[in-house]
């Protein structure tokens, strides 16, 4: 895959650059490719072999791009699975990282990342080269849908998500756009920003000068009620978009007007 191989060379050419940013974490290229490397030798160790469907399921945002990346350097399909899913299962993955045991799985199916298992992976030599795809174009990722199924929506390699940088999303990793927005900062170059809430939503916008921001109305009106009630506004913003449903044209003006 092109798009890893693109990205891996940016601990060359900029190894102390931001790659990834959750409110004060920010991890360089050069950590970020450490870290998916050495836990692709974990999952090496383990044995996941590419095509594999490697589920992952407990861990934060910025834990999920690492796993995602590690799964990629084995060129096997990543999965961030949806709450629920091991009660309905929708897609059989051939492994799941977790952070504790799962009861209702096979111990031989799990890979525990837990606390303890992370600070070892020091001891394990990171990839430097990934495993190639069979093709360009195979799957790397499964993302689900959104309603109430669960089911397979889209399947996802290199995605372009074209817009003005610094450029971010409020949507989470599960999320198409907030998947897309992954892949295009990997390509580009550009930091992959992480945040919880609005209030790390609007620190993020102002401190790293975003011009684009990609949200949902509710998040968009949360927004909007943020700057209405505690801050002037945005210097740098000059594009919102939005997704997932109609904005209602009273947010729309109102957001216009910041």
């Given at each position: 895959?092109?798009?890893?191989?693109?990205?891996?060379?940016?601990?060359?050419?900029?190894?102390e650059e931001p790659a990834v940013i959750?409110?004060?974490?920010?991890?360089?290229?050069?950590?970020?490719?450490?870290?998916?490397?050495?836990?692709?030798?974990?999952?090496?160790?383990?044995?996941?072999?590419?095509?594999?469907?490697?589920?992952?399921?407990?861990?934060?945002?910025?834990?999920?791009?690492?796993?995602?990346?590690?799964?990629?350097?084995?060129?096997?399909?990543?999965?961030?699975l949806p709450i629920g899913h091991l009660?309905?299962?929708?897609?059989?993955?051939?492994?799941?990282?977790?952070?504790?045991?799962?009861?209702?799985?096979?111990?031989?199916?799990?890979?525990?990342?837990?606390?303890?298992?992370?600070?070892?992976?020091?001891?394990?030599?990171?990839?430097?080269?990934?495993?190639?795809?069979?093709?360009?174009?195979?799957?790397?990722?499964?993302?689900?849908?959104?309603?109430?199924?669960?089911?397979?929506?889209?399947?996802?390699?290199?995605?372009?998500?074209?817009?003005?940088?610094?450029?971010?999303?409020?949507?989470?990793?599960?999320?198409?756009?907030?998947?897309?927005?992954?892949?295009?900062?990997?390509?580009?170059?550009?930091?992959?920003?992480?945040?919880?809430?609005?209030?790390?939503?609007?620190?993020?916008?102002?401190?790293?000068?975003?011009?684009?921001?990609?949200?949902?109305?509710?998040?968009?009106?949360?927004?909007?009620?943020?700057?209405?009630?505690?801050?002037?506004?945005?210097?740098?913003?000059?594009?919102?978009?939005?997704?997932?449903?109609?904005?209602?044209?009273?947010?729309?003006?109102?957001?216009?007007?910041?």
């Amino acid at each position: 895959m092109q798009l890893l191989e693109l990205a891996i060379s940016r601990t060359e050419v900029q190894p102390e650059e931001p790659a990834v940013i959750f409110g004060d974490i920010v991890l360089s290229w050069g950590e970020f490719f450490d870290t998916a490397g050495r836990l692709a030798s974990l999952f090496e160790s383990r044995n996941i072999r590419p095509g594999q469907v490697v589920g992952m399921t407990g861990f934060s945002a910025i834990l999920q791009t690492v796993i995602v990346t590690a799964t990629w350097f084995r060129a096997g399909i990543s999965a961030i699975l949806p709450i629920g899913h091991l009660e309905a299962p929708s897609v059989n993955p051939d492994w799941i990282v977790t952070p504790v045991l799962l009861p209702s799985v096979p111990v031989s199916q799990q890979i525990l990342l837990d606390e303890v298992t992370l600070q070892t992976l020091g001891s394990f030599t990171p990839q430097l080269q990934p495993t190639p795809y069979p093709r360009e174009n195979s799957v790397c990722h499964l993302l689900f849908s959104s309603g109430t199924t669960g089911t397979v929506r889209a399947r996802v390699t290199a995605a372009s998500w074209r817009t003005h940088r610094p450029f971010m999303t409020s949507l989470g990793f599960r999320s198409a756009s907030g998947f897309n927005t992954f892949a295009e900062a990997l390509l580009s170059g550009t930091p992959y920003f992480i945040t919880e809430d609005v209030g790390q939503l609007v620190t993020t916008i102002n401190r790293y000068k975003v011009r684009t921001l990609l949200t949902s109305p509710h998040d968009a009106a949360l927004l909007a009620q943020r700057l209405h009630k505690e801050a002037p506004g945005f210097i740098d913003l000059t594009t919102i978009q939005t997704t997932g449903s109609l904005i209602p044209n009273h947010l729309r003006d109102h957001l216009s007007s910041l």
